[in-house]
């Protein structure tokens, strides 16, 4: 069973730090790109970016509203997707969704919450 | 950046009835075009991918056709479970961008 576990939202101040982290399990994790999308409460989804597979050297893709302030990585050892997020704004505040993409995004998280507020 | 724009927001259909959602690209998108739904709370669902392949599991009252720009997501006899948004996305090229979602209710 395929299993996507998005952790680490929570409470930052404007322009603070944060990584999230999204521990995978029951594929194989190098074989897929692994993205992120974002939602703000009542507002529509936002693809944030991706991190290609081992095939495709692992080279990542952003949106413009994050490239630049926030860095998905990937530990393929423990088969675990990041994404560091840096000078927060309040607009970044969002569930946070991990998900896998083949044709489309066919696994999602459950999301974790980011507040950005002072 | 291609946009995705989904003309409805909102629709009102009647339980049994049929519903058609659509979404036009801004640019030539090849049916590289996902469907989803989102019930409140919850992760979204994919429902078809390639424009038309419906996703295992997924109720055969659920089609979707199109080609170049203009997609379309179809729900035949609507039932109450199918009450919720539905996104579409382009993942044809970087940044793969989703509509603005329409949210369908019963009437």
């Known amino acids: 069973e395929v299993k996507l576990v998005e952790s680490g939202g929570g409470l930052v101040q404007p322009g603070g730090s944060l990584r999230l982290s999204c521990a995978t399990s029951?594929?194989?994790?190098?074989?897929?790109?692994m993205s992120w999308v974002r939602q703000p409460p009542g507002k529509a989804l936002e693809w944030l970016g991706f991190i290609r597979n081992k095939a495709n050297g692992y080279t990542t893709e952003y949106s413009a509203s994050v490239k630049g302030r926030f860095t998905i990585s990937r530990d393929n050892s423990q088969s675990i997707l990041y994404l560091q997020m840096n000078t927060l704004r309040a607009e970044d505040s969002a569930t946070y969704y991990c998900?896998?993409?083949?044709?489309?995004?066919?696994?999602w998280g459950q999301g974790t919450t980011l507040t950005v507020s002072s | 950046d291609i946009q995705m724009t989904q003309s409805s927001s909102y629709l009102s259909v009647s339980l049994g009835g049929r519903v058609t959602i659509t979404c036009k690209a801004s640019?030539?998108?090849?049916?590289?075009l996902a469907w989803y739904q989102q019930k409140p709370g919850n992760a979204p669902r994919l429902l078809i991918s390639g424009a038309t392949s419906l996703e295992t599991g997924v109720p055969s009252r659920f089609s979707g056709s199109g080609s170049g720009k203009d997609y379309t997501l179809s729900i035949t006899s609507l039932q109450t479970e199918d009450v919720a948004t539905y996104y579409c996305?382009?993942?044809?090229?970087?940044?793969?961008?989703f509509g603005g979602g329409t949210k369908l209710e019963i009437k």
């Open positions: 640019d030539h998108i090849n049916n590289w």
């Open positions: 998900a896998r993409e083949l044709t489309g995004i066919d696994y």
């Open positions: 029951g594929f194989t994790f190098t074989d897929y790109y």
């Open positions: 996305q382009q993942y044809w090229s970087t940044p793969y961008t």
